[in-house]
């Protein structure tokens, strides 16, 4: 099945324990992308990657690192988590390298609390 | 700034009523606009998008959005509610940069359906 996955879908840790999060597509695409969601602020992107050769900051990046070290690959590392980067992360990923001329297909979501 | 404003945060409609969410945009050109639907738990799904040509785009679940130039409009309408849309529904507009391309949300409208 075409999908996008995310590990893990719920995570509770404590300020400054660094944490990953874990984004896998199996449908070849070129491009991916993490969003945060926040109530009453909609979906913010955090980083976006174009290709595994472009990788690049969105909306939100503070306090995020992202690798895009193979295709179907691309990683959200917390390396000090903070409280106010609790919310619910999303990753999602399109075909082709532009992010917006195609559908993207986002994963089921990851929801963080950061104690 | 470039935005994407959707008024109403919460609507309530009786199943077999028609639907309208609203959804403005502040860009210079048009953009590229979307309709993602996000049911409880889940991830975002496309349900229509709109790219050039005809402004009335038809989308999957019985959905359709009329893009109106002159006001900066998108918005999704359907002629008659189901139980099951009841879900939080985003309007996204994508944005063509020099640098990377952007996908930008409205805040979400949570749609409730009363029997």
């Known amino acids: 099945e075409a999908q996008v996955t995310q590990n893990p879908r719920y995570l509770i840790t404590v300020t400054g324990k660094k944490l990953t999060v874990t984004c896998s597509q199996n449908m070849n695409h070129e491009y991916m992308s993490w969003y945060r969601q926040d109530p009453g602020l909609g979906l913010r992107q955090i980083y976006y990657?174009?290709?595994?050769?472009?990788?690049d900051k969105g909306d939100v990046p503070e306090g995020y690192k992202v690798s895009r070290k193979e295709k179907r690959n691309f990683p959200l590392i917390l390396e000090s988590p903070s409280p106010n980067q609790t919310s619910l992360y999303f990753c999602?990923?399109?075909?082709?390298?532009?992010?917006?001329?195609?559908?993207?297909?986002f994963g089921p979501g990851t929801r963080l609390t950061v104690l | 700034a470039q935005s994407v404003t959707q008024p109403d945060i919460h609507i309530t409609v009786s199943e077999g009523a028609s639907l309208e969410l609203r959804c403005n945009y502040s860009y210079g050109a048009t953009p590229y606009l979307f309709w993602y639907v996000q049911s409880p738990g889940q991830g975002l799904q496309l349900l229509l998008k709109?790219?050039?040509?005809?402004?009335l785009v038809q989308g999957i679940k019985g959905f359709e959005a009329e893009f109106k130039r002159s006001q900066s409009s998108f918005n999704l309408r359907k002629p008659s509610v189901h139980w099951s849309d009841a879900a939080e529904y985003f309007c996204a507009v994508g944005l063509l940069m020099e640098y990377g391309n952007k996908l930008v949300f409205g805040a979400g409208t949570i749609l409730r359906v009363k029997s």
């Open positions: 990657s174009m290709n595994v050769e472009v990788t």
């Open positions: 709109y790219f050039s040509g005809d402004t």
């Open positions: 999602a990923s399109s075909p082709g390298t532009s992010g917006i001329t195609d559908t993207q297909y």
